[in-house]
Nanobody, 123 residues
Framework: QLQAFGGGLVQPGGSLRLSCAAS????????IGWFRQVPGKEREGVSC????????SNLDSVKGRFTISTDNTKNTVFLQMDSLKPEDTAVYYC??????????????????WGQGTLVTVSS
């Protein structure tokens, strides 16, 4: 089971940190992705990390602003979001799939999904 939390309301230029905690399984050989979705649009892959080698991939529009990382146990994945913009407003989801390779940001590659957490960037 994956659980995402940490969303909320923040002003433009502000920061939030999302967390994705795994329970019932270890993430050692998984890729974890953060996705977001707004009504009427497809879910898009924002950032991902392969736990086995810490390689990451990020959506162009968040490069330099969002950072994905894990904690020491590698069973929680964080998405640090800085310099937030109104267009970052969305429901954010975390997801996982087993892999020995680089992570993917394609939704169809992911097997396990957490519930969403709403991020609202507004003044």
């Amino acid at each position: 089971q994956l659980q995402a939390f940490g969303g909320g309301l923040v002003q433009p230029g502000g920061s939030l940190r999302l967390s994705c905690a795994a329970s019932g399984f270890a993430l050692d050989l998984y890729a974890i992705g953060w996705f977001r979705q707004v009504p009427g649009k497809e879910r898009e892959g924002v950032s991902c990390i392969s736990i086995w080698d810490d390689s990451t991939s990020n959506l162009d529009s968040v490069k330099g602003r969002f950072t994905i990382s894990t904690d020491n146990t590698k069973n929680t994945v964080f998405l640090q979001m800085d310099s937030l913009k109104p267009e970052d407003t969305a429901v954010y989801y975390c997801a996982a799939y087993p892999t020995y390779y680089y992570c993917s940001r394609r939704t169809q590659d992911y097997d396990y999904w957490g519930q969403g957490t709403l991020v609202t960037v507004s003044s």
